[in-house]
């Protein structure tokens, strides 16, 4: 019951007071992250520093609480890292949700561990990627605004 506690805990403070959810002034890159499923749509955005870490983020959009407290829990975890660093968390993320992540690597994701259980919900499981989908495509095809159909 304690997982389930701190798992709306999170959920409710990450979509209440999202940190990250506002445009971003003059970002360096912009990505549109869409899941026609259940339509979810985001637009993450990020501001690279000159030695290429990620020196800023966000994300403006509308969804379900999952997606929406995700794309803020990510932001949190790759702003001030390199495009490196957030890739390998992104992987983290996506083993946790395939229930193949080991201890050691689930805490790495903090707050975002709180997510865990998503892979008991199929339904739910896009609403909890798109953000990091999102990452994941606007750091490997850097400037550019793409809409993108996540699955």
């Known amino acids: 019951m304690q997982n389930r506690t ?9 979509n209440l007071h999202p940190t ?3 445009p971003l002034i003059q970002p ?3 990505l549109r992250g869409v899941n026609p499923s259940c339509g979810d749509d ?15 983020g966000a994300f403006v959009g509308d969804g379900c609480a999952i997606s929406q407290a995700s794309a803020d829990m990510m932001l949190d ?17 996506m083993k946790m ?16 561990s709180a997510l865990q259980d998503i892979s008991h919900m199929p339904a739910r499981v896009k609403c909890a990627v ?11 095809k850097g400037d550019g605004e793409v809409t993108t159909e996540n699955e």
């Open 6 to 14: 701190f798992y709306n805990e999170i959920l409710t403070e990450h």
């Open 20 to 22: 990250h959810k506002h």
């Open 28 to 30: 360096s890159a912009s």
């Open 42 to 56: 985001i637009t993450l955005q990020l501001k690279m520093a000159d030695d290429g870490s990620i020196e800023d």
């Open 77 to 93: 975890l790759v702003i001030g890292r390199t495009p490196e660093e957030a890739l390998a968390l992104k992987d983290t993320f």
């Open 97 to 112: 949700i395939k229930e193949k992540v080991s201890e050691e690597e689930l805490e790495l994701l903090e707050e975002a």
């Open 130 to 140: 798109l953000g990091w989908r999102t990452l994941e495509q606007i750091l490997e």
